[in-house]
């Protein structure tokens, strides 16, 4: 059963909307984990000005959540309240500037991004060819893995408020820290100013290639997402769950990878509520064993069925 269709009255309030905007839109073949719920309405802006356009009209009690690759989330069982945005293939060009930036659409996935970046000999991205999800997310969570961190190659980035004033902000203004922004939620990133630095495109390349054979030895190819809990202080999150005897634990059709037990995995037929409950049992089971209480890394938003 959906929601109540909602998008005849954003219309009304916004006539001249260029994006697609559709009712009861499902989402769980677009995410990582193949599970979720319907979103509300999803809206697809034209561009930036259209993002902008459509968020000053819409009304304030209107929930707004951004979904980018769908990489690092459990969208629940019961669907998305209000509007889901996403910032498809509008917002996923990369361009070459002077003094080695790459300049990138946030619906672009993080790896493109790199790809373009060893294609024009900038070097400084090859991190992100080893992290899954697009550039909205790692501007959110400071995404990061082998040895880098969206921090390290920021110069700045632009979005739209949820009153539709489009804002840039500095490296600094993003207050990074280990896997999060203190940019308001609110805020929907465009785009991204990454700052690079002279390099060959064979040497590049051979960087990302150990990247791509360390992911494949170490990381399950299941229906996952990234690493499910932050790692905690001084620690290796991985460790803690193998100690509390996690790995390979099942919840429904949710299992904790064999391989790489900080991940989960849908073996084929769990539902969002298995890998949440999996999850939950995996942080308890580590807080009774070691005392420490792991952090969820992924995020889980939407309404339980």
Request: hydrophobic residues 40%; glycine residues 14%; proline residues 4%.
């Amino acid at each position: 059963m959906g929601f109540s269709d909602i998008v005849a009255e954003i219309k009304a309030r916004a006539p001249e909307l260029r994006g697609r905007l559709l009712a009861n839109q499902p989402l769980a073949e677009s995410a990582w984990f193949r599970v979720g719920g319907q979103a509300q309405a999803l809206f697809m802006p034209d561009d930036e000005q259209d993002l902008a356009y459509f968020l000053y009209h819409l009304s304030a009690d209107v929930p707004v959540i951004v979904l980018g690759g769908a990489s690092n989330v459990i969208i629940r069982d019961g669907g998305i309240p209000g509007v889901v945005v996403r910032l498809g293939a509008r917002f996923g060009s990369a361009a070459i500037e002077d003094g080695h930036r790459v300049r990138a659409g946030t619906g672009m996935l993080d790896a493109r991004v790199s790809r373009a970046a060893r294609d024009a000999g900038v070097a400084g991205l090859e991190f992100l060819s080893g992290i899954p999800g697009g550039i909205g997310g790692a501007l959110r969570m400071n995404a990061g893995a082998y040895g880098g961190e969206t921090k390290d190659i920021l110069v700045e980035t632009r979005g739209v408020d949820r009153t539709g004033i489009v804002r840039t902000f500095t490296a600094t203004d993003m207050g990074f820290s280990y896997r999060r922004s203190s940019v308001a939620e609110d805020i929907v990133f465009t785009e991204a100013l990454f700052q690079g630095r002279p390099g060959e495109v064979a040497e590049i390349s051979a960087a990302m290639n150990v990247i791509a054979e360390k992911r494949k030895a170490s990381q399950p190819p299941n229906k996952t997402c990234g690493s499910t809990f932050k790692n905690p202080p001084g620690g290796k999150a991985w460790q803690l769950i193998d100690a509390a005897g996690c790995r390979g634990l099942t919840v429904g059709g949710a299992q904790v990878s064999e391989l790489h037990c900080n991940f989960l995995i849908n073996l084929g037929h769990a539902t969002a509520a298995d890998i949440e409950t999996l999850g939950e049992t995996v942080r308890r089971r580590v807080k009774d064993n070691s005392g420490v209480e792991l952090e969820w890394e992924i995020k889980r938003i939407g309404i339980p069925a």
